[in-house]
């Protein structure tokens, strides 16, 4: 019993350190995703999303697993969670925010687009004018709306335990953005891109609960035992 347990803080001694070393990588490349999503918006090169998803969305997940399984204090493994949380979630809602505002949006003028109030409608233009065209770049659009909000659907339950409220946040959430965008002139209000943005935080809040379901083998969090709002 004690080798097993010798053992066990023997892989702690290693997890820790290599959980801060991940960390800090996806630290590190944070100020470089910034500027680009700052100066690029809705226009970032694809390359910048494959790197922003390898060097920082990667260690960050790799970390937070790490720190789950370590064998560390429930107190230190809360606190150190909770950083990971709370950084990785101010990061999206910085690369949300000039996705939705900034970039190239700044520079575009939508005063001669009609807002579409009709369901799937945009969608169905977009697919038809693609295909004429023999171009598949509106797929770029599709799935850009779909990717933006999952980030929104895996990181809000870990912290509102509540399904329903969870869903009415992220609703209300996506629904201001739409409207935002349109009061400022930066875009136009679409009832696909609602449809589109809730698709995504959906599929995000999917992969909380197979996260929850497997890796935590479906244990509720301590802090949802003590208010035992767990769905």
Not at 8 to 28: C, D, E, Q
Request: hydrophobic residues 50%; positive net charge.
């Amino acid at each position: 019993m004690k080798n097993g347990s010798k053992k066990h803080r023997m892989k702690s001694g290693i997890v820790i350190p290599t959980a801060i070393l991940l960390f800090s990588l996806a630290l590190a490349f944070t100020p470089r995703t910034l500027i680009e999503f700052y100066y690029n918006g809705a226009f970032v090169p694809m390359l910048r999303i494959a790197k922003t998803f390898v060097f920082v969305v990667v260690p960050l997940v790799s970390a937070t697993y790490l720190l789950y399984k370590s064998s560390i204090g429930d107190q230190l493994k809360r606190v150190s969670l909770n950083i990971v949380w709370c950084f990785s979630f101010a990061l999206y809602i910085a690369i949300l925010f000039f996705v939705l505002f900034s970039g190239g949006r700044r520079d575009y003028d939508y005063s001669n687009m009609k807002p579409n109030i009709l369901p799937l409608i945009s969608i169905i233009k977009a697919i038809k004018a693609g295909s004429a065209a023999h171009d598949l770049s509106f797929l770029r659009g599709i799935l850009l709306n779909i990717l933006l909000f999952m980030p929104f659907g895996l990181l809000l339950p870990w912290k509102v335990k509540n399904r329903h409220a969870a869903m009415l946040y992220i609703f209300l959430s996506v629904c201001i953005s739409e409207v935002a965008q349109q009061i400022f002139a930066v875009g136009v209000f679409d009832i696909d891109d609602i449809f589109l943005n809730l698709i995504g935080a959906g599929v995000g809040t999917w992969i909380y609960r197979i996260i929850v379901s497997s890796v935590m083998d479906g244990r509720p969090t301590e802090e949802c035992r003590r208010r035992k709002k767990c769905s």
